[in-house]
């Protein structure tokens, strides 16, 4: 497998990566630069021809970002281009609405449009709706994809491809884990191997405030603007957070939190906002609700948000006191927002709310310096205005920060990550935690670069620079040359890769600029002798592999290849091996062939340094690698030798903070008992060991302080919860770390807040150990109830639908077609003393216990004669629900509880109850199901 970025690599803009899996090759997203890069706003696609073309499209979400190249790309190819469905609607409005865009630009000043209208329509006729979850084969079935929801925005998914015999790919796409009020978060997990990650890192090294907190600042300060009689503008990208800021405002003014005024909509908003009710099934149930109340959740007869339909009218509304203006652009790049701006920064009751990413040339993140200082000029446009309006910026993001990102590729366990979509001081902050977490391999590949990746199992990621190793120093490639070369080709990819001539050129070291025919031609002729340890692919003259037959391939050393450079990253191990026993602590080492380096961590590296300087000192002579020690202590490694010297009489007040810049552990405890003077000779062996410090504490118990923990502390006090419910049957589903406006808690998730409150004894312990507070999750855990009050109804009774959950009472509701009623009690029983709640059966039609009643027969029928009804085909599944279900059918080899079906013409059966099981027993490749047979009457599928 093999990753080549073609666009936003080591930028925010013009996402597009070409994969390289089972044979074939796709892109995934072709998205516009947010600003010009060399002249250009467009990925590099010229890359695309010179690798053989493609065979494929993929497009993770709708954003221009991530899809407003399509048009130039299907001027040269014709090839299947798949989506969601929401993805392609909103697809067509974006494309259509920058057609507009670029042929006013062409009245203005002159501008040469990207594409046309032919352009788009091919796009658009080469679109594959995918629904989220369902495998699609690709390629003739040597590549399977998934599309897995992933928040952001309506439609948005991360794409997941395997290919045969080489691996899976996940590329994130924009995430957010967030629940927003018009789509739910990302949820992370998936039961199959990830080999590699692409995944964006926009905003790397920063953690997001609470959502809450800020939607009701956003909301308080549009209460003071309006209260004032002044207008606030909020510049919101059209496609998301638009729809977000309209359903936070209006919304409020509906609950009486904030005074009624129009709430006046510009830009390309309103036709988005089309596609969001269209899609009821992809939404929040809250908004799901909001549609089938009001049909538009946005425009209503009686509502307080107006669309502006004519431009002229928008003299009016910049006019209009008071009022909230929402329309795009979010950066104030162009679009209506940048007019209403114009208007309003002069204006001393008006405000401007910044809700999104500002790119940092942007007249957004210009606003916001002013703003810092207090005052200044700020060019809109063509006109430069002072500004005199208020100006806020609000966290409403709809990107996973930090904590959110590690905590993703955590949960699916992948040890592979290219950071992708984020700046360069994004991406370093970002590596550097998902380093100091142990997440495995990180890579920053940039504009050109490849990522190759080799099967399962095998050595897997190699980086390959753009402008190749520089080994050649502005030497032109000899034919005594080849043999280094072909060695270095084998110690990192083994013998079944394939190679053109220009790659195997440009790692040789040839700049782009001299891969002229002549030279191709020349190398072509060395690598085609007999003499040569590279051979030609049968059929494919111009595509060459090394030579198996003639090689003596991963054995030789560097003196028998006639390469004089550095050695091989198989030799460099066997040799950091000789020189690094055990206990040196080193427990990882990265190579970066691109630039020579080799780094080496580990867990004490102050330590490290002194100890091993001439080992580290031979290694680099010998092995001509670049040698380096990671500088950051491994605080796992840390916090576990604390440990070993902390007396068990200690009782924490707080977790240990760590101080890496001053080299130094500060730990808190209510009382010192031993004194600290009775472990001075471990403290001492401690300092000795890791070259930290550790500053110990006693304060009064009336004196704790709850402080936010680094993420690893976090981890620790996560372990000592599982540990203390270890074995215990009400064992807690969940835990979370909450962050309040001040105070971070940590969150246990009960199967119900009843069961939980079972346990306060043990939490209050908890509390005291660890020194957080913690609190029960209110919610219940309805998908796991409801599994229990099925596993509870014997199946002659005969369920007719799924059981209802009413938190509000504490109450489950089952509805059965026949019961016996001397059961019900001790059934009701039982469900209490599991779930907290109380259980209510009800028998359909008569309370009488020995009034028969016909109920549908229970057989089990053949999944592939399952019909799936229209109106259930593109309905968004619960993934948590789908995992639980997964494991228990594993277990139990059928479903906990049967379908519910209607037999239909030629053997088939119509799905009336029970999608979830179905796609469960479907991905297991069961090959039957338990349903309920119902035999009458005929249904439409």
């Known amino acids: 497998m093999r990753m080549m970025f073609l666009g936003g690599a080591d930028e925010v803009g013009g996402s597009c990566v070409l994969i390289e899996i089972g044979g074939h090759r796709l892109i995934v997203d072709c998205g516009i630069r947010l600003k010009e890069r060399g002249g250009n706003i467009l990925p590099n696609l010229s890359q695309i021809a010179q690798v053989g073309g493609i065979e494929g499209v993929i497009v993770t979400h709708g954003h221009l970002d991530h899809c407003g190249s399509l048009p130039v790309l299907y001027q040269v190819v014709n090839v299947p281009l798949y989506m969601t469905m929401p993805t392609l ?176 909509v510009d830009g390309l908003v309103r036709n988005i906002c089309k596609v969001y009710r269209t899609y009821p099934e992809y939404v929040t149930g809250w908004l799901k609700k909001r549609i089938a109340k009001f049909g538009d959740p946005f425009f209503y007869d009686g509502g307080v948000v107006t669309a502006v339909g004519d431009p002229k009218e928008r003299e009016k509304y910049v006019k209009l006191r008071p009022a909230i203006i929402v329309s795009s652009s979010g950066m104030l790049v162009g679009g209506p927002s940048q007019g209403y701006a114009q208007e309003l920064a002069q204006d001393v009751k008006s405000f401007i709310a910044i809700t999104g990413y500002q790119d940092e040339e942007s007249p957004g993140r210009k606003l916001q310096t002013l703003a810092e200082i207090g005052k200044g000029e700020l060019t809109l446009g063509d006109k430069v205005v002072d500004l005199n309006c208020g100006i806020g910026t609000y966290s409403l993001s709809a990107h996973a920060d930090t904590s959110q990102l590690i905590s993703l590729v955590r949960s699916i366990g992948c040890k592979r990550v290219a950071l992708v979509h984020g700046d360069g001081k994004a991406r370093d902050e970002l590596e550097k935690a998902m380093l100091s977490c142990e997440l495995g391999e990180i890579y920053k590949p940039g504009l050109g670069e490849e990522v190759v990746v ?25 034919r005594e040359d080849l043999l280094g070369l072909a060695q270095r080709f084998l110690d990192r990819d083994g013998r079944s890769r394939t190679y053109t001539v220009q790659e195997i050129m440009k790692e040789w070291g040839y700049p782009p600029e001299h891969l002229t025919l002549e030279k191709i ?83 004490f590296p102050k330590i490290a340094q002194v100890c091993y300087k001439t080992q580290i000192a031979q290694l680099s002579c010998e092995t001509k690698w670049n040698v380096s020690v990671w500088s950051r202590v491994h605080q796992q490694a840390l916090i576990e030798e604390f440990q070993k010297i902390l007396p068990m009489e200690w009782e924490l007040s707080k977790p240990s903070s760590i101080y890496e810049e001053e080299e130094k552990i500060v730990v808190w405890v209510k009382r010192i008992n031993p004194p600290v003077e009775e472990i001075a000779a471990k403290i001492i062996e401690f300092r000795e060991k890791t070259g930290f410090d550790c500053n110990i504490f006693e304060v009064e118990a009336e004196s704790r302080q709850l402080v936010q923990t680094q993420p690893l502390n976090i981890n620790l006090v996560c372990s000592k919860i599982k540990k203390r419910f270890a074995g215990i049957v009400e064992y807690p589903v969940k835990i979370s770390l909450k962050r309040e406006a001040e105070e971070p808690y940590i969150e246990l998730g009960f199967i119900s807040l009843q069961v939980g409150e079972r346990y306060k004894e043990i939490i209050d312990e908890l509390e005291r150990k660890v020194g957080w507070r913690i609190e029960i999750r209110p919610q219940p855990d309805q998908f796991t109830m409801k599994e229990i009050a099925k596993g509870l109804i014997p199946t002659g009774w005969g369920r007719v639908s799924e059981p209802k959950v009413f938190s509000d009472v504490q109450l489950v509701v089952v509805e059965v077609y026949n019961w016996e009623k001397e059961r019900v009690e001790r059934i009701s029983q039982e469900f209490q003393s599991k779930t907290g709640y109380a259980l209510s059966i009800k028998c359909v039609g008569t309370d009488a216990v020995d009034k028969e009643i016909s109920q549908p027969a229970i057989t089990k029928i053949f999944l592939d004669k399952i019909v799936i009804p229209k109106k259930l085909q593109n309905v968004q599944i619960n993934v948590g629900k789908l995992e639980k279900l997964k494991k228990q059918l594993r277990e139990l080899k059928s479903c906990p509880s049967p379908i519910e079906v209607k037999r239909i013409s030629g053997g088939r059966y119509v799905l009336l109850d029970g999608l979830v099981r179905v796609m469960a027993a479907q991905q297991l490749e069961l090959k039957e199901i338990e349903a309920y047979v119902r035999e009458n009457d005929k249904c439409e599928s």
């Open 454 to 478: 080799k099967r399962p199992g095998k050595k897997q990621v190699a980086l390959l620079g753009s402008e190749g190793t520089g080994a050649s120093d502005g030497k032109e490639l000899q």
């Open 89 to 264: 609607n909103i697809l067509r409005v974006m494309l259509q609405d920058a057609l507009k865009v670029m042929e006013l630009e062409r009245l203005k000043d002159g501008e040469v449009p990207l594409y046309s209208l032919p352009e788009v329509e091919k796009v658009m006729m080469a679109a594959h709706p995918v629904p989220f979850w369902k495998r699609v084969e690709l390629c003739n079935g040597d590549v399977s994809l998934i599309m897995y929801p992933c928040g952001h925005i309506l439609g948005a998914a991360s794409v997941i491809l395997e290919g045969k015999g080489d691996g899976t790919v996940m590329v994130s796409g924009d995430i957010s884990f967030t629940r927003q009020r018009t789509i739910e978060g990302m949820e992370a997990g998936v039961d199959f191997r990830v080999d590699v990650m692409v995944l964006e890192s926009t905003y790397g090294g920063k953690l997001h405030a609470d959502r809450q907190v800020e939607e009701d600042r956003l909301v308080r300060q549009a209460g003071e603007v309006v209260g004032e009689g002044g207008a606030m503008l909020v510049p919101a990208f059209a496609l998301g957070r638009a729809q977000e800021v309209i359903l936070i405002l209006a919304s409020a003014m509906e609950e009486g939190r904030l005074s009624k005024v129009p709430i006046i």
């Open 521 to 603: 031609m020349r190398v072509k002729e060395f690598l085609q002798r007999e003499t040569s340890p590279f051979m030609p692919e049968k059929k494919k003259g111009f595509i060459f592999r090394v030579r198996a037959n003639n090689f003596k391939g991963l054995e030789l050393s560097a003196e028998e290849s006639g390469w004089s450079g550095r050695w091989s990253e198989q030799a460099t191990v066997k040799k950091i091996e000789e020189l690094f026993p055990e206990e040196s602590g080193l427990y990882k080492r990265s190579f970066k062939a691109e630039t020579d380096e080799l780094v080496l961590f580990f867990y």
